[in-house]
């Protein structure tokens, strides 16, 4: 596809979901991430102690699979850039404590740039909800 959009002169960005919970029904557990099955404890914690299905990137863990995941990306995909999509499920810490987490985030966020910035050209692009609440 890359080389098609290449073809036709245009630059192609792979656009990744920082977060997906579209496995939350038991009707598509089966689908549910490798990392949710083999690492429970990387899941967003309700205040009241229940699971959700989506990953806590208070987690190094966590950070380090997403990020190993777009490295991959960018190394074996003729792709221009990233697009990170943090308007899908928009849950990524426990909604108590999100706002005190924007640090790990930023820090996150700059080492997804310094990898796409390793290769000059590179674009970066983000979809943002209008408001951190």
Same mark, same amino acid.
């Given at each position: 596809?890359?080389?098609? @959009?290449?073809?036709? $002169?245009?630059?192609?960005?792979?656009? +990744?979901?920082?977060? =997906?919970?579209?496995?939350?029904?038991?009707?598509?557990?089966?689908?549910?991430?490798? +990392?949710?099955?083999?690492?429970?404890?990387? #899941? +967003?914690?309700?205040?009241?102690?229940?699971?959700?299905?989506?990953?806590?990137? %208070?987690?190094? $863990?966590?950070?380090?699979?997403?990020?190993?995941? *777009?490295?991959?990306?960018?190394?074996?995909?003729?792709? =221009? $850039?990233? &697009?990170?999509?943090?308007?899908?499920?928009? #849950?990524?810490?426990?909604?108590?404590?999100? &706002? %005190?987490?924007? =640090? @790990?985030?930023? =820090?996150?966020?700059? #080492? +997804?740039? /310094? *990898?796409?910035?390793?290769?000059?050209?590179?674009?970066? $692009?983000? #979809?943002?909800?209008?408001?951190? /609440?």
């Amino acid at each position: 596809m890359t080389e098609q @959009v290449h073809h036709q $002169g245009k630059r192609a960005l792979a656009s +990744i979901r920082m977060s =997906d919970v579209h496995h939350a029904s038991s009707l598509y557990e089966s689908i549910a991430p490798a +990392i949710l099955r083999e690492h429970p404890e990387w #899941r +967003i914690t309700y205040q009241d102690g229940s699971p959700d299905v989506a990953l806590d990137y %208070s987690y190094e $863990g966590v950070r380090a699979h997403r990020l190993a995941i *777009l490295e991959e990306i960018l190394t074996t995909h003729d792709v =221009d $850039g990233l &697009e990170l999509d943090f308007m899908r499920s928009c #849950r990524y810490f426990p909604s108590h404590e999100a &706002e %005190s987490r924007v =640090d @790990v985030m930023n =820090d996150f966020v700059r #080492r +997804i740039c /310094a *990898l796409v910035d390793a290769k000059p050209q590179r674009l970066h $692009g983000v #979809r943002l909800p209008p408001t951190l /609440a």
